[in-house]
């Protein structure tokens, strides 16, 4: 099934697959996920084989939950091996009971996200060590703290599932968040769903990607006006057993290619 994602997504013109990350399947996560639940720097190096040119990352490998020159050796290996291929985008996680499981304390993973960071940073400085170039890091969160974490340590900002309204707000939030830190603003690079209707979904609550295929198409140019070139489709809606069954995911992401390759809109991506 993953090979089969990997090369559909590829086959229909997206440039960017990612998955997420777990490690210890404690209840809380699966709940949400079914089993088996892969780790991400193993499955991505399996699918670097398995592809020719598709970009591969995490939304979002879960920094606290390894030691960062761990991280920042396998993040370096995978990218080197699979041709620069790699985007890695992190977060402080979510999951209390994994965190427990992991002996990691979940009151600090703010902390040792920003601590952890640095530390790779500071190991890929060392190219003749590491051996890969500069691999671009998306911080995500839709917190204010994830904002400004984004904009000391990130490349791009990397937000979850949201709407227009709410998102138009947080890039002002950003924007002065790098000026008051004399830094560049980061690349926004989102993450929205993707659930295609046959009817336009009017709700106020209506989040980014949800919608007849003509409202994803104008989610998408309006993303772009903000100055996003690269938006990660997310097709999964909450039912565990739709990545057994991912046909209808499939249907929608060749839809949305259709649309945004008739246009101006030249980068999207999809998650799994």
Same mark, same amino acid.
């Given at each position: 099934?993953?090979r ?17 990350d ?20 193993? %499955? &991505?190096? !399996? +699918?670097? /084989?398995?592809t020719? @040119?598709?970009?591969?990352?995490t939304?979002?490998l879960?920094? #606290? ?8 050796r396998?993040?370096a ?9 790699l ?10 009971q994994?965190?427990e ?12 996200t ?11 400085a060392d190219?003749?060590?590491y ?18 974490r984004?904009?000391r340590?990130g ?7 949201? %709407? &227009?309204? !709410? +998102?138009? /707000?947080?890039?002002? @939030? ?9 830094? #560049? ?10 659930r295609?209707?046959?009817t ?6 209506r ?8 409202q ?9 006006l ?5 938006v ?21 992401l060749a ?10 809109l ?7």
């Amino acid at each position: 099934m993953l090979r089969s994602w990997a090369q559909t997504v590829e086959g229909l013109g997206y440039d960017l697959l990612m998955v997420s990350d777990h490690v210890a399947v404690t209840p809380d996560v699966a709940e949400k996920y079914p089993a088996p639940f892969y780790e991400p720097f193993t %499955t &991505l190096s !399996w +699918l670097a /084989g398995v592809t020719r @040119r598709v970009r591969l990352g995490t939304t979002v490998l879960i920094v #606290p939950y390894r030691h960062p020159l761990l991280v920042a050796r396998m993040a370096a290996n995978l990218s080197r091996l699979s041709g620069e291929r790699l985007v890695l985008g992190v977060g402080v996680g979510w999951a209390r009971q994994e965190f427990e499981a992991l002996g990691v304390p979940f009151g600090r993973r703010g902390a040792l996200t920003d601590e952890y960071l640095r530390t790779v940073r500071e190991a890929w400085a060392d190219e003749a060590d590491y051996g890969s170039r500069r691999i671009p890091i998306w911080v995500g969160g839709n917190s204010d703290a994830g904002l400004r974490r984004s904009v000391r340590l990130g490349d791009g900002w990397h937000p979850l599932r949201i %709407t &227009l309204p !709410w +998102l138009r /707000g947080a890039v002002e @939030r950003l924007a002065g968040i790098a000026a008051e830190e004399g830094r #560049p603003v980061p690349a926004l690079v989102p993450r929205i769903a993707l659930r295609v209707t046959p009817t336009p979904v009017v709700d106020d609550g209506r989040l980014l990607g949800e919608g007849t295929i003509e409202q994803i198409r104008d989610d998408l140019e309006q993303l772009r006006l903000l100055g996003s070139d690269t938006v990660v489709l997310d097709p999964f809606n909450g039912d565990p057993q739709e990545t057994r069954h991912p046909e209808q995911a499939w249907q929608a992401l060749a839809a949305v290619a259709t649309v945004a390759g008739s246009g101006d809109l030249d980068l999207t991506g999809t998650s799994t």
